[in-house]
Nanobody, 125 residues
């Protein structure tokens, strides 16, 4: 059974930091690229960051560049999203996703293969 289990969400003040984790099991970790998506109430799901653990390449949405960092611990089959300088507009449910097409250079929610259950991030002003 494939599982992507997110953790680390919570309530944080603007300017603060949070680290999200996504523990992956049931698939060969290096065979996939991993995305973090987020969805705020009433808005479409949007891609935030992407990593290809096999070569370390990353992609970021413009809205989070310079504030968020995606990285992986391949020994632990875990992907992380380190978030700094949080803003109220970062409030959303954050989802981890696995994409078999590692060559893809964009985050496309309709094309990923597996999803986590999501973790809530709330940033207060």
């Amino acid at each position: 059974e494939v599982q992507l289990v997110e953790s680390g969400g919570g309530l944080e003040q603007a300017g603060g930091s949070l680290r999200l984790s996504c523990a992956v099991s049931g698939i060969t970790f290096d065979d996939y690229a991993y995305d973090w998506f987020r969805q705020a109430p009433g808005k479409e799901r949007e891609g935030v960051a992407r990593i290809r653990p096999s070569n370390g390449r990353t992609i970021y949405a413009d809205s989070v560049k310079g504030r968020f960092t995606i990285f992986s611990d391949n020994a632990k089959n875990t992907v992380y999203l380190q978030m700094h300088n949080l803003k109220p507009e970062d409030t959303a449910v954050y989802y981890c996703a696995a994409d078999w097409d590692k060559e893809r250079t964009s985050m496309v929610s309709g094309l990923v293969d597996y999803w986590g259950q999501g973790t809530q991030v709330t940033v207060t002003s």
